[in-house]
């Protein structure tokens, strides 16, 4: 069960564009992708409402959006980073430092609220604005320099807290933030909205804008792409930045949730975040991907872990399947890719 996702490539800003007809299939296959990706998730509900009535509740659909918030608000940072062709390992540790950080801000200094909820989103921006320099200017394979950059920000989060939880108890509006009802009459909490919202900001940058079109470039051909003139390094730093806006917004919408920031939590996140987008089917060899794809993977992550837990499957049982699910994934991008380069 792979889905797939909208392909665009970009073989350099100044290259000449595909003839008339390679773009229309490209286009048709492209929609036919992600329609695809979607007819799965559609699917994957059906059939967890058939096993089990409960499911399609609206509580336990709202439990799925909420639950897929975090995740997917990482994942859409993350898929700026994998269209390079790069990684990003720290973003589960660094959303926990940047929720530190929030209780930092509104707890222990005591700032208004608006500014806690920005300090914790630039701090995010900060450690990507790390990692990107390090990738690009010191030359370290983005695997390593994050790698290091997971360890960094996990012992960063637990000196700086004391090892000991940050509860907002003095801001009690910080609650409010993701568990919130900004909609009368919606029982769906601002979480999610955010969400979709942080959803339309990545695809508007990815689809119409030069930012978008030196990221796909440069995961295409980063060589053409610095030979047509555009500095490569500062656009992957940028990228890199971008995608800690993302991780710094999950880290407070994770504090909010909880109320308190948890200098322990973290690890794991980077590798559910990496999956969806995987799933959404964006390619691990970068230069193609989209976020309307890496929306429905998450998606497809939460309604399958939900689904399995409803119908009682044990939790050792449900890593096995969801891994399963990221390899086939990961073999139907390599297959799609292959006939792509042999047409």
């Known amino acids: ?50 096993a089990n009535p409960d499911f399609a509740s609206v509580s336990n659909i709202s439990g799925i959006l909420l639950a897929t918030a975090v995740i997917g ?4 940072g993350t898929t700026f980073v994998i269209i390079t062709g790069g990684i990003d390992l720290s973003i589960g540790t660094g959303m926990t430092l940047c929720s530190v950080m929030v209780g930092v801000f509104l707890t222990y200094w005591g700032l208004p609220l608006w500014v806690g909820v920005l300090g914790g989103i630039t701090f995010g921006a900060l450690i990507g604005l790390v990692n ?7 030359g370290i394979p983005p695997f390593i320099a994050t790698l290091a950059m997971m360890m960094v920000a996990q012992g960063l989060a637990l000196v700086i807290s004391g090892t000991k939880p940050i509860y907002f108890t003095e801001t009690p509006g910080f609650f409010n933030v993701a568990m919130g009802r900004s909609i009368p009459g919606l029982v769906i909490p601002n979480a999610v909205i955010i969400m979709f919202i942080a959803a339309i900001i990545a695809w508007v940058l990815l689809s119409r804008t030069v930012f978008g079109r ?13 030979l047509s003139g555009i500095n490569v390094r500062r656009w992957q ?8 806006c993302f991780t710094g917004l999950a880290g407070v919408i994770m504090a909010s949730r909880l109320s ?24 691990l060899q ?5 976020i309307i794809g890496t929306v429905i993977g998450a998606l497809i992550m939460s309604v399958l872990t939900n689904g399995l837990q409803i119908m009682s499957i044990p939790q050792e049982w449900q890593k096995v399947v969801v891994g399963v699910v990221i390899l086939i994934a990961v073999f139907v991008d390599m297959v799609r890719r292959k006939r792509q380069e042999s047409t």
């Open 237 to 244: 730093v940028i990228v890199y930045t971008v995608a800690g």
């Open 1 to 50: 069960m792979s889905t797939t996702t909208t392909e665009t490539r970009a073989a350099g800003p100044t290259a000449s564009g595909p003839p008339q007809r390679t773009g229309l299939l490209s286009r048709l296959r492209s929609s036919l992708q992600q329609m695809l990706a979607f007819v799965s998730l559609i699917v994957l509900i059906i059939f967890f409402t058939v």
């Open 132 to 138: 990107g320099s390090v990738i690009s200017f010191l």
């Open 260 to 283: 308190s920031a948890q200098p322990g939590q973290g690890m794991g996140y980077e590798l559910e975040a990496i999956a969806a987008v995987i799933i959404g089917g964006t390619s």
């Open 214 to 226: 030196y990221t796909f470039s440069i995961g295409s051909n980063a060589e053409a792409t610095a």
């Open 286 to 290: 970068g230069g193609k991907g989209s």
């Open 73 to 76: 608000i990482l994942a859409l």
